[in-house]
């Protein structure tokens, strides 16, 4: 069993749960965080992966409900050494001039921007104290190229929001042991996606092996001298 513990949020979706299952296979023991409403995914995940994966339910934007979180996960696996903040969402279709959804950009500050804010508030606390820290955050290639992105503002704004609070807090903790990165991906291979796209070519997006692949890099001590840094990860799109 490796000495690294990991908290991943999102755990119970696609990408997440790609990442627990590639985590656990190299030994980290893992606290798969998500929404009340995938419990059972979760407890499906953890009955096929083992004792290595702890499923907890949780609103990780949630202060409360991250010290009940980190209560749980310290009494079952130990206290956390990396993260990766998967939770987010997605929510576009119309420019701003025409856009009738007056609640679009709220829930993509409280899908994508909050639930980083607040893991970040309560993870790094602890990992400053013990001078040992990892953590991947979520970005998009619209960080980058949001102009890619037109009919979807408020994400783009959001995940810009989320790469910079990322590099900010890199840089404020970069003498305590802990580093801070973010993965930019443009399109995912996902059921959903496949579904919401069905005319355009999955083999040009990025499949959920190859972006794990580089976030447990980012998370593992092979990356010790990374941080700060914001990754493109844009398959062939």
């Known amino acids: ?33 998500d929404v009340p409403r995938a419990h059972d995914a979760l407890q499906a995940l953890a009955g096929e992966l083992g004792a290595l994966v702890l499923p907890l339910a949780a609103d ?10 980190l209560s749980h996960i310290e009494a079952r696996l130990g206290t956390p050494t990396a993260a990766a903040l998967i939770a987010g969402g ?4 119309a420019p701003l001039h025409a856009t009738s959804d007056d ?10 921007l ?6 970040l508030r309560a993870l790094l606390p602890g990992m400053v104290s013990r001078q040992r820290g990892s953590v991947v955050v979520v970005g998009s290639r619209a960080v980058e190229r949001p102009w890619e992105s037109a009919g979807a503002a408020s994400y783009a704004a959001s995940k810009a929001a989320v790469v910079a609070m990322a590099r900010v ?43 794990v692949d580089v976030i447990a890099f980012l998370l593992s001590d092979a ?8 990754i493109p990860v844009y398959g062939r799109v």
């Open 103 to 112: 609640d679009a950009f709220d829930r993509m500050r409280a899908a994508n």
């Open 114 to 119: 909050d639930t980083v804010h607040r893991s």
């Open 60 to 69: 990780v934007s949630s202060a409360q409900s991250w010290a009940s979180a």
């Open 223 to 230: 990356a010790r001298e990374v941080t700060g840094a914001a």
């Open 169 to 211: 807090a890199a840089a404020e903790t970069i003498d305590h042991g802990v580093r801070i990165n973010a993965v930019l991906p443009s399109v995912i291979d996902t059921p959903a996606n496949r579904a919401a796209m069905a005319d355009a070519d999955p083999g040009k997006w990025v499949s959920q092996a190859g972006l």
């Open 1 to 33: 069993m490796s000495d690294q513990i990991v908290v991943v949020t999102g755990a119970a979706g696609a990408l997440g749960s790609t990442l627990v299952r590639t985590l656990a296979a190299r030994g980290d023991p893992v606290a798969a965080l």
């Open 90 to 93: 997605w929510a576009g279709g």
